[in-house]
């Protein structure tokens, strides 16, 4: 079958009229983006999008809009005149492809009211012809194998047979910023694709304590977010800290079992500090209730004590056997498995506190300056970057 058009359905952003330019304007430059390289054309009208496709392959365009932000469905359309003609000869070039034995159904959207035939003469006219011209297949109302849908708009009639489900969510970029705690396993990474999803743009924030944790270690991380923006066509830079300093300061100066606690809340904040400079609203990362002796829920409650800022923990009550199978289907898990220690494995205390008394944490923590080397680590950020930001706009000429 030769498709013309790769027809996109939005999500959630169908309900949000007031800000609806905003909304198409958003994912018509991720499409762009996630699109780069194939030859298509991107249209985005307020109610659905069409991606117009000249060499490029459809099923290649869909994959890639699968994961696009914003975007329920997706289907491979034949774009044709209105006229009875065209209509048959579509149908009968679908059918061809329809397994044998299977059934169909025709379903028919009329968008323009005041087209010459009726809903049930389409489906009358089109049924009719294929059961006269096949001998494959078979007519079933209620659970047909097939569906084909046939759309009557102002413009043209679309027909399709196949819905295929994306990521769904709110587009990139209207959702607000927020800064990604991604530390290297398995689920910060996950963290943050739950976040993105919900059209949050996401910077990140790395510790790093070298010679400590090796290059590998903070390349691994460069390579989690590689695959963070490639899957998603939004670039996110990564902000590395250096945080030997302040991790060999604490080790020698905060007793075995509560250090684990204090290292948490520097790093909480340290990641506010620089939330607050570029703009964010909300810090984001991987905890899960229960997972390990920093994430139950007294542990959270010492930790989170040190910031006022939003902390957002999409992973909380997940099982980890449904984190890692997000994993996977992000793609990021072959990475997060990688054997590189981070600094917090380095560093692990042998029996770290599950209920941290907060008064014993706050005594110990002033006993020491941490101020100074919070200011020195943020002096000193490393910053990678996918490509450079809205290179979108190079290919405005495509709209
Ligand atoms: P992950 O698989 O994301 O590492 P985890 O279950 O191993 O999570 P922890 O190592 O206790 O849990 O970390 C909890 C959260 O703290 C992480 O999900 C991440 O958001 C943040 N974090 C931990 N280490 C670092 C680091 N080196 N840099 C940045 N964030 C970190
Ligand atoms: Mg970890």
């Known amino acids: 079958m030769k498709y013309d058009h790769i027809l996109v359905r939005y999500g959630e952003l169908t309900l949000k009229t007031k800000n609806r330019k905003m909304f198409v304007n958003a994912i018509r430059k991720t499409m762009i983006r996630a699109l780069e390289g194939l030859d298509v054309k991107v249209k985005a009208n307020r109610d659905r999008a069409y991606i117009e496709l000249f060499e490029a392959d459809p099923y290649e365009v869909m994959e890639a809009l699968s994961h696009v932000t914003g975007i329920l469905s997706v289907s491979p359309v034949v774009k044709m005149d209105r006229t009875e003609e065209a209509m048959k000869e579509t149908a009968l070039n679908f059918a061809a492809d329809f397994k044998e034995g299977s059934s169909f159904k025709i379903e028919v959207k009329r968008a323009d009211k005041a087209f010459h035939l009726k809903t049930f003469d389409i489906q009358d006219m089109l049924g009719g012809l294929l059961l006269k011209n096949t001998e494959h297949i078979r007519v079933d109302v209620r659970k047909p194998d097939y569906k084909i849908m046939v759309e009557v708009r102002l413009d043209a009639i679309y027909m399709y047979h196949d819905v295929i489900s994306c990521v769904g969510g709110l587009p990139a970029g209207t959702g607000g910023r927020a800064l990604l705690m991604l530390s290297g396993g398995i689920d910060s990474p996950v963290a943050g694709f739950e976040i993105m999803k919900k059209g949050v743009e996401l910077e990140a924030i790395h510790f790093h304590s070298p010679p400590y944790t090796s290059m590998q270690a903070t390349d691994k991380v460069k390579q ?70 920093s994430q139950t829920l007294a542990s959270m409650h010492a930790i989170n004590a040190v910031t006022s800022f939003p902390v957002l923990r999409p992973l909380l009550t997940l099982e980890k056997n449904d984190i890692v199978k997000k994993a996977k289907e992000y793609g990021t898990y072959e990475t997060s498995i990688m054997p590189f220690e981070d600094c917090c494995t380095i560093f692990k205390p042998k029996a770290p506190k599950t209920r941290p008394a907060l008064d014993k944490v706050l005594k110990f923590e002033s006993n020491v300056d941490f101020d100074p080397m919070i200011d020195r680590a943020l002096e000193n950020i490393e910053i990678y970057e996918t490509n450079a930001k809205d290179d979108s706009d190079a290919f405005d000429s495509l709209l």
């Open 224 to 293: 989690l977010i590689d695959i963070m923006s490639e899957r998603t066509g939004v670039d996110i830079k990564l902000h590395i800290i250096p945080f030997t300093e302040l991790q060999t300061t604490l080790y020698d100066k905060i007793p075995d079992n509560i250090s684990m606690t204090s290292t948490r809340r520097i790093m909480l904040s340290l990641a506010e500090r620089l939330a607050e400079k570029i703009d964010a609203q909300a810090v984001v990362n991987g905890e899960n209730l229960g997972q390990v002796a």
